[in-house]
């Protein structure tokens, strides 16, 4: 198939959906007053915002000069977006080694601090449980900014990798009995910790990214951040093998993530805030001044968007003075277009994280031991899963704003048939065909976490861009909180239900039977948002669920019957 007909073929379901755009003017919330005739100045309103932007920058407060501390204001705005990318990059490889570290410490911590089977099921655990009470405290942190609420997920991060790695060692008490509840407490308290920090960063690079870059580039650097997540596993990875034969290398391992996280909180303090964060706030001229270091605001189209942007903060920020902060939460279920929103983010979060991937990610090691690798080779062989999983998001990243984003949610199927290999590899019996269990396990692993690094790209994208810009962080609040309870749901409860169903029937029943069942789901109801900006995917939401999935099998129909 040639490279016009891919494009064609994918850009089929982006076309059955820009439908559901056409004639609709812009509406944000329940306002019918934001409506842009063929009259409006656009050009003069624009002039406006510039001149006030003109302003801000003349106001030589302490404050705005010390914000001048930021990245130079002559970067080119491509660079600035580059900027802003690299940075969401290296926020993702924080999240990824934190989560992974733990598989190749765990071996070490056992033997120094004496764990049993449920005190090592809750250090797995604790942590995206968490990430849960982070995806909750993102909404009020956010109130200070998108920015900020980074940085302090930065602060999280150094508290808990502290913690984790000076937790001391237990009391011998004799006859093998040790007094390990000082180290518990620490450990528990630095892996929470930690969470906490995944889960404010989790939702809060997304939405940072998403009210910051170009619609035509959002997909592809939110997903970066999925990549970067990848890479970081495979960093965490490679570090517990570094450190697997030092004497205390666990505490290395875990530490290591002090270095990243220092890193990123010196590179956050020269970020700009997010300009509809600004623009929400009210703040028109500071607004306009960031919005002017990543758009070319000579450019028509950014004039436009820019003008639809203010005109829409507006709007909401008036709305939002008649309603309580209760309203505003009750407005994600009460409001059709929100409602549709927070099903979608919801479905997309939760047919990735219910296929198994956090507990074959946390459990990795001791799975390569179970199929019959040694300990030491458990811990090596786990960078295949994590390097399949990097190199699944690849694709994604390059062609998520090419292809659309329909195209990457098919990738269920993919699970479905890795998740077979598993369950077939745990199947065989190792005493007589080690090596064909090995190389099936490995298959499958290799499929279900390649196909999965292009999926995991669009739990990211997908809550980030589908919300409205006055419920946008209590929508992300809700999709990250869901996203780490299913991971601690899943972790926790692993080891109980690998006895209940066995391996096999646990990686083929259940994670695949979710995973062959969502692949319908997404064919059915999954809108394409791919080239919109936030303010047109508004549109596409005011549209009924039953129309979005008319348009979905018209547009399957016609594919089919080329």
Not at 83 to 108: C, E, R
Not at 450 to 456: Q, R, V
Not at 511 to 530: D, H, R, S
Request: proline fraction near 3%.
């Amino acid at each position: 198939m040639s490279q016009d007909s891919i494009e064609k073929t994918s850009g089929l379901f982006a076309e059955t959906n820009d439908s559901l755009t056409k004639g609709v003017k812009p509406k944000y919330e329940h306002d019918e007053g934001l409506e842009f005739g063929e009259d409006f100045d656009f050009d003069g309103e624009f002039e406006k915002y510039a001149a006030m932007g003109a302003a801000e920058k003349q106001s030589g407060t302490f404050l705005t000069n010390l914000k001048r501390l930021e990245f130079p204001l002559h970067v080119n705005p491509d660079r600035m977006v580059l900027i802003l990318g690299i940075f969401a990059a290296a926020a993702g490889i924080l999240s990824g080694l934190d989560q992974s570290l733990i598989s190749g410490a765990q071996i070490g911590m056992d033997e120094a601090l004496h764990f049993d089977s449920h005190e090592n099921s809750l250090v797995s655990s604790l942590m995206p449980l968490g990430a849960v009470a982070g995806s909750i405290l993102l909404t009020p942190l956010q109130k200070l900014g998108r920015k900020n609420a980074l940085i302090a997920s930065c602060v999280m991060y150094t508290i808990g990798a502290i913690l984790c790695a000076a937790a001391p060692v237990p009391r011998h008490l004799g006859n093998g009995n040790y007094d390990n509840a000082r180290s518990r407490d620490v450990m528990y308290a630095g892996r929470f910790l930690l969470g906490v920090g995944v889960g404010v960063e989790g939702g809060g690079v997304g939405v940072y990214i998403a009210e910051s870059v170009p619609s035509k580039k959002r997909g592809g650097i939110t997903s970066g951040y999925q990549m970067a997540i990848a890479l970081g596993e495979i960093m965490g990875y490679a570090v517990a093998a570094i450190f697997f034969e030092v004497y205390g290398g666990w505490r290395f391992m875990l530490g290591s993530s002090l270095v990243f996280s220092t890193l990123l909180l010196i590179g956050l303090l020269f970020l700009p805030e997010s300009p509809r964060y600004l623009a929400f706030k009210g703040k028109i001229g500071e607004a306009f001044n960031v919005f002017a270091r990543l758009r070319n605001v000579d450019e028509r189209s950014s004039k436009i968007e820019f003008v639809q942007m203010i005109q829409a903060a507006e709007a909401e920020r008036e709305l939002r003075l008649t309603k309580s902060r209760v309203g505003v939460w009750a407005e994600l279920v009460t409001v059709p277009r929100n409602r549709r929103a927070l099903v979608y983010g919801v479905m997309m979060i939760s047919l990735g994280q219910l296929t198994g991937i956090n507990a074959v990610m946390y459990y990795l090691s001791n799975l390569m031991i179970r199929i019959g690798f040694t300990t030491k080779n458990a811990v090596f062989m786990s960078l295949v899963g994590g390097g399949a999983l990097f190199l699944g998001t690849i694709p994604a990243v390059l062609y998520m704003d090419r292809f659309g984003r329909r195209v990457w949610g098919y990738n269920l199927v993919g699970f479905f048939i890795g998740l077979v290999l598993v369950g077939a590899g745990y199947s065989i019996n190792i005493e007589t065909n080690l090596q064909a269990a090995e190389g099936v396990y490995l298959t499958g692993l290799i499929l279900y976490m390649g196909f999965f690094g292009s999926y995991a790209c669009l739990t990211w994208v997908v809550p980030s861009e589908s919300f409205s810009i006055g419920t946008r962080s209590q929508g992300m609040t809700i999709c990250s909180a869901l996203l780490y309870l299913w991971a601690f749901t899943v972790t926790y409860n692993f080891n109980r239900m690998k006895v209940a169903f066995t391996y096999t029937g646990l990686t083929i029943g259940f994670y695949g039977g979710i995973a062959f069942l969502g692949f319908f789901y997404q064919v059915l109801f999954m809108p394409e948002t791919k080239g919109k900006t936030l303010e047109e995917i508004d549109a596409i939401f005011e549209k009924p669920s039953r129309q979005l999935v008319k348009e979905n099998l018209m547009g399957l129909k016609r594919f089919w019957g080329r």
